[in-house]
């Protein structure tokens, strides 16, 4: 199948979202992706980025209301021509449920739910040894935060600011360092939190293994490239003690997130990623990591921006001069 072009791509993208909020009235700007970059037949599908152009475009031209709401940390959208009576309903339905999902006790314990899952995963994986714990898992429920010790900032004598989530290493003496982030947005690399982790990991010279619910196809392209591991869970992990609120987060008729999972047991996924690849992968990526680390150094620690970033990783990929600091296609 030929691959679209950008305008294709902003046609479906402003098309879905104008049938999505028909039929959802109105909609926070995670179920909008939730439904339109995750979900669909897969030729319906519009990456995050392309997304954003079109809502805003939609919204210049008056055709998407932007709803801010106090209090709220995300804004909400509607049709300009949705009843504001029902705009104002369906308000009143989902707030609640946003809300509870972004408190601060929630999030923290959220965070930890796919740590735990990851670190259950490593410590049963005998190639690797894993530095980092949660050290009460034992001692209580998932209904408050458990106590974690962090891996060290410090290696060979390299110090970083900041902690890793995991550090791990393999029986040839290979080191990685873990990010994991189990957030409802996708991963872009220009993402502050992926550039600090990236910044972290050339700090300490370890081999950088990023974790996350979704990642679009120019992380994978980009980041393996320069030697970085990703993997997608392809799940939102909840804590059991907040069942009730995933099963409200997760209908179809409100927030739409359909692919939240309860529990921090390392599914199928998760297990086959850490036991049958990772090790391996540990060691097969660190050549290309030392070879664009000095790239991956200035871009985390924005000597370079993220377009000069990419244009110098393709152009060294391909062995040309990567000095000429124009800019690459849009999608790499």
Avoid at 91 to 98: D, G, K, Q, S, V
Avoid at 113 to 137: C, M, S, V, Y
Avoid at 269 to 282: A, D, H, Y
């Amino acid at each position: 199948m030929a691959t679209k072009t950008k305008a294709e791509r902003m046609a479906i993208a402003k098309r879905r979202l104008r049938l999505v909020l028909q039929a959802r009235t109105l909609a926070t700007w995670r179920t909008l992706e939730q439904k339109i970059s995750d979900a669909g037949p897969g030729p319906m599908r519009v990456d995050p980025h392309i997304l954003t152009t079109a809502r805003n475009e939609l919204v210049d031209e008056g055709v998407i209301v932007k709803k801010t709401i106090a209090k709220s940390n995300s804004p909400w959208f509607h049709l300009k021509t949705a009843s504001p009576i029902d705009v104002e309903a369906k308000l009143n339905e989902l707030r609640p449920i946003h809300e509870a999902l972004q408190k601060q006790n929630f999030k923290v314990r959220m965070g930890q739910t796919l740590e735990i899952a990851a670190f259950r995963a490593f410590i049963g994986q005998p190639a690797l040894k894993t530095f980092g714990a949660f050290l009460d898992l034992e001692k209580h429920g998932d209904e408050l935060p458990y106590k974690k010790e962090e891996p060290p900032s410090t290696v060979s004598g390299r110090t970083s600011d900041g902690k890793l989530d995991f550090m791990l290493t393999t029986q040839d003496g290979s080191i990685a360092g873990v990010e994991l982030k189990n957030i409802r947005e996708w991963l872009y690399p220009n993402r502050n939190e992926v550039m600090d982790f990236l910044r972290k990991c050339t700090d300490l010279d370890v081999l950088p293994v990023l974790i996350g619910r979704r990642l679009p196809y120019v992380t994978f392209k980009l980041l393996n490239t320069c030697g970085v591991v990703v993997h997608q869970t392809y799940n939102q992990l909840f804590p059991e003690a907040d069942a009730a609120l995933a099963a409200q987060a997760s209908d179809k008729n409100l927030l739409g997130y359909h692919d939240i999972r309860v529990g921090n047991q390392p599914d199928a996924r998760m297990l086959k990623f850490v036991n049958n690849n990772l090790p391996e992968l540990i060691t097969k990526m660190r050549p290309a990591f030392d070879e664009y680390r000095d790239l991956l150094a200035d871009f985390a620690n924005h000597e370079i921006p993220y377009s000069i970033f990419a244009a110098r990783v393709r152009r060294r990929s391909s062995g040309t001069n990567e000095e000429n600091d124009w800019p690459e296609p849009e999608d790499y």
